[in-house]
């Protein structure tokens, strides 16, 4: 692995939270609303979806989910058999494979109300943003656009014709133009450390500009552009101990460097941002256990 792998954490992290991370309380009755997303009222208890799952109903037991989810590359560290692209001990669930019409389908639609840019770095006040993981994220779609609403969960959702594309509030990184970057990249690692690489050297708003040329929108761009400023900042240390690390210990486990991103960085980038790989069901290169993972299928219509 090149010596350029510890901007991994330096200029990247894995932008998630960590499961043990509270998440704030949402009543049953009313779902909550992002910026820039619409609410719906809808009072339903029981997960009734068909077009996806939430991620703590597993039908078999943990036992055969000893294996992560994800699909490892060279950087990973895992074998194909400590770490793939399905959860056994949910119902079976495979991550399915997206082709370049699904992406074009998702750039294809326009969000009614887009949400307004950061005018500040989170990581300044991170008690103005509590995470919320109770509740799910869903698309709306009305011809070609379609509206971004939080419900109190996945019932609530369904009986208001909407469809999960997450769990968690709605959040910047929520649009369908951010999730068609997310499928687009793949692992976002390199595309992403290159962007911080033009940091370092052109300042914060080279290193923006990059991650906006990736196709993320304004406010997506932001805070992935305060998470690796704030991962450099807090990990230093512990990254370049790391140099050459592979992302995962033999044992599964995420390197010191990635988990001081995970524990320090992630909360906050997981409150503003909303959508993640792990919430959202998509496989990469960093490998989470199957729990942690929503099962959602992308295709919207």
């Not at 991620?55 to 000893?66: E, K, T, Y």
Request: glycine share 8%.
């Amino acid at each position: 692995m090149k010596r350029a792998a510890i901007l991994l954490a330096l200029l990247v992290g894995c932008s998630s939270a960590p499961a043990s991370q509270e998440a704030s309380q949402s009543t049953a009755a009313e779902a909550t609303t992002a910026p820039g997303s619409t609410s719906s009222t809808a009072d339903t208890s029981a997960d009734t979806s068909t077009s996806s799952t939430s991620s703590a109903d597993s039908s078999s037991g943990s036992a055969q989910c000893s294996a992560l989810y994800g699909r490892p590359n060279d950087n990973t560290g895992l074998s194909a058999d400590q770490c793939g692209p399905a959860c056994p001990c949910q119902g079976g669930w495979q991550a399915p494979d997206y082709t370049s019409a699904d992406i074009d389908a998702l750039d294809a639609l326009t969000l009614i109300t887009t949400f307004e840019p950061l005018s500040a770095d989170p990581y300044a006040t991170p008690e103005d943003f509590p995470l919320d993981e109770s509740s799910v994220c869903a698309v709306v779609v009305e011809g070609t656009e379609y509206s971004l609403q939080t419900f109190a969960d996945d019932a609530a959702a369904e009986a208001a014709g909407a469809q999960v594309t997450h769990d968690g509030a709605c959040g910047l990184c929520s649009p369908l133009q951010d999730l068609a970057v997310y499928m687009r990249e793949g692992d976002l690692t390199e595309p992403v450390r290159a962007c911080g690489l033009m940091g370092l050297s052109g300042g914060e708003e080279a290193q923006l500009e990059c991650l906006r040329e990736l196709g993320f929108t304004e406010p997506c761009a932001q805070i992935w552009g305060y998470n690796t400023t704030h991962t450099r900042t807090m990990c230093l240390q512990v990254c370049l101990d790391l140099l050459d690390a592979p992302y995962h210990e033999p044992d599964g486990s995420l390197n010191a460097c990635l988990q001081c991103d995970e524990d320090l960085s992630g909360p906050v980038f997981k409150a503003v941002a909303g959508r993640t790989r792990r919430n959202t069901g998509l496989a990469s290169a960093l490998c989470r256990p199957c729990e942690e993972v929503r099962r959602v299928v992308h295709r919207y219509d």
